[in-house]
């Protein structure tokens, strides 16, 4: 069995912890999905500037202006054939933030050997993906080029108006469960957007995703 992250990656996904190759395992051809749940022990944005940037990314669930600590959340990875007929892979967040519920949604594609991770509930931002493994055979990923789609418009989205993403995510063999840290920088204006925390997942028999994990619209460019 494979998957889009395990053909992106090759050799080195057999270096991820098991508990990493089992969670990136989920696809069509293992008919499961991965549903974590856990707690975000902090969520951070930048200066107060920042926050217009990321209230417009809301409006599309593709960033949070929240801060907060120790709130709760849930991932939902599920594999599905897009109307293209791609594999698909969802990467949709919800946040409990008491008077709000935020949510940020992705989806992966897997293009010439490359993940794509489209952004938000129309897949308006397409970004590559570069995953490698670290020392303590977590998932590291940064985010390279981003390309912009609405309509028949489509252009290279600069970097100076974006940020660039380093994530990682291991598992805490002490504590049985999954950590996650995440931090998005401008490379002029420093630091804008991050969150670190914990969960534990289960798998579920899955072949679709739910409507409700789907993006509006499929876009077909990468």
Request: hydrophobic share 40%; aromatic share 12%.
């Amino acid at each position: 069995m494979s998957s889009i992250f395990a053909e992106a990656m090759g050799p080195d996904f057999a270096r991820l912890h098991p508990m990493l190759q089992r969670r990136f395992s989920v696809g069509l051809d293992s008919g499961q999905a991965c549903v974590g749940r856990g707690v975000m022990t902090s969520i951070r944005r930048g200066p107060w500037w920042t926050v217009p940037f990321l209230q417009i990314g809301r409006l599309r669930n593709i960033l949070i202006p929240d801060v907060g600590t120790d709130v709760p959340f849930q991932i939902e990875n599920y594999p599905y054939r897009d109307p293209l007929g791609r594999e698909t892979v969802t990467f949709v967040r919800e946040y409990d933030l008491g008077r709000h519920r935020r949510r940020f949604d992705a989806t992966m594609v897997l293009d010439g050997g490359r993940v794509i991770d489209y952004l938000g509930t129309h897949q308006h931002l397409a970004v590559d993906l570069d995953l490698r493994v670290g020392d303590d055979g977590g998932l590291v990923l940064t985010t390279d080029a981003q390309r912009f789609y609405e309509g028949p418009v489509g252009f290279s989205f600069p970097m100076l108006f974006s940020g660039r993403a380093l994530l990682r995510e291991w598992f805490d063999d002490d504590a049985g469960i999954f950590r996650v840290d995440l931090e998005v920088s401008n490379e002029r204006f420093g630091f804008l957007f991050g969150y670190r925390g914990w969960f534990t997942c289960e798998w579920v028999p899955a072949d679709d995703a739910p409507d409700r994990l789907k993006p509006r619209r499929h876009e077909r460019r990468t």
